[in-house]
């Protein structure tokens, strides 16, 4: 019994490596300096939760066991935002009242995006990004072609090229206002 705890988990060690690409990829220096996601904590708070939203998105559509791996990657993301606030210096008695902001924003966001994202409307998707990433009126258009154009991508992948080698994310320079498509 005690010896389990010792060794690997295999589906761990995936979802691991998942959450690990899906942040990296949230973290592309182009999300901030072409498409204007601020680089604050904030603005990587905003990049992550998007690209999150994006691959659980891509999980949803598949056939199970998807929707465990969309559950046990979700548990991951939420296990690094405690760590994160921890790591600030966050109390042990404040961490959860602050998860519970951290989750009501993360599930506030997926609902405000999904409809966007079903009908491929990349108004009413710049209106809620500009509103929510980028903390302006102004709608974020650049940064919802790119969102749209990753959404499509992710609808072509399995479950094994997931695991495997995580999403492919579009470039974010290929949406500047010169190479926006």
Not at 99 to 127: I, N, Q, T, W
Not at 161 to 171: D, Y
């Amino acid at each position: 019994m005690i010896f389990s705890l010792f060794r690997r988990n295999p589906r761990r060690t995936a979802i691991a490596a998942l959450y690990a690409r899906i942040a990296n990829a949230s973290r592309r220096p182009g999300l901030y300096a072409a498409l204007g996601i601020p680089d604050s904590l904030e603005g990587r708070f905003e990049s992550l939760s998007l690209h999150m939203i994006l691959s659980l998105r891509a999980l949803r559509e598949l056939p199970p066991p998807a929707d465990e791996v969309a559950k046990d990657l979700t548990d991951a993301f939420f296990r690094d935002m405690d760590a994160s606030l921890r790591e600030m210096g966050v109390g042990d008695t404040v961490v959860p009242k602050r998860m519970k902001k951290v989750a009501a924003a993360f599930y506030g966001r997926a609902k405000a995006y999904d409809p966007a994202f079903g009908s491929a409307d990349e108004a009413e998707l710049a209106e809620a990004l500009g509103r929510n990433a980028l903390g302006s009126d102004a709608p974020a258009t650049r940064l919802a072609r790119y969102a749209l154009a990753a959404d499509k991508s992710l609808k072509g992948v399995t479950l094994d090229m997931l695991l495997e080698s995580g999403p492919a994310f579009p470039a974010p320079e290929a949406f500047t206002e010169e190479g926006s498509r």
